[in-house]
């Protein structure tokens, strides 16, 4: 027996994502049994990934103003991965998986700030980010298509937490405040 589980995102329809829409159209098409993870936004993005500078600099910058995300662990994503694949009764289902509350950036920065002993402030608007990514040598344009998508996925509005990771795994997902007394900011 063939299965696939494929790694996608949440609020790819809103960001207008095409990659990951067309990757989910593929494996749905690919005749195995398939499996689709969206999970929201990585915890690990802020130690290992793409905000680890911003942290260790002191300033991170996403244009999502208050807007509360379900951040979640990249070890609760590989737990229902894993589930999917050797388990039966996850052919053709896709899951969002979240961690166990929405938090907004100027509190996730709050958490890390405690947990790390750093002073971490958030930039939560257009203007900084804009300012911010194009400090970088960014594209203006390209930076604009970002904060784009960015405003849409703010126009759903606050995440809501499911119950993906305790129902498939059968265990609670692990809180950011854990993730953050976990992680390594050195």
Request: aromatic content about 8%.
């Amino acid at each position: 027996m063939r299965r696939i589980v494929l790694l996608s995102s949440g609020g790819i329809e809103v960001m207008g994502d095409e990659r990951l829409l067309a990757a989910e159209r593929v494996v749905r098409g690919s005749g195995a049994e398939w499996t689709i993870l969206r999970p929201s936004w990585f915890d690990q993005n802020f130690d290992e990934g793409a905000m680890r500078e911003a942290v260790l600099a002191g300033e991170v910058a996403v244009p999502l103003g208050e807007a509360r995300q379900a951040f979640v662990d990249a070890g609760d994503i590989a737990a229902v991965a894993a589930a999917a694949l050797v388990e039966d009764g996850h052919a053709g289902r896709s899951y969002e998986v979240t961690g166990p509350r929405a938090l907004t950036f100027a509190e996730v920065v709050e958490i890390i700030g405690r947990a790390s002993g750093r002073t971490v402030r958030y930039l939560g608007s257009a203007a900084d980010y804009l300012a911010v990514m194009t400090g970088f040598g960014l594209p203006e344009p390209d930076v604009r298509a970002e904060i784009e998508a960015f405003a849409a996925l703010r126009a759903v509005g606050d995440a809501v937490p499911t119950d993906v990771v305790l129902r498939v795994t059968g265990r609670p997902p692990k809180s950011f405040e854990d993730f953050a007394a976990d992680a390594t900011w050195g």
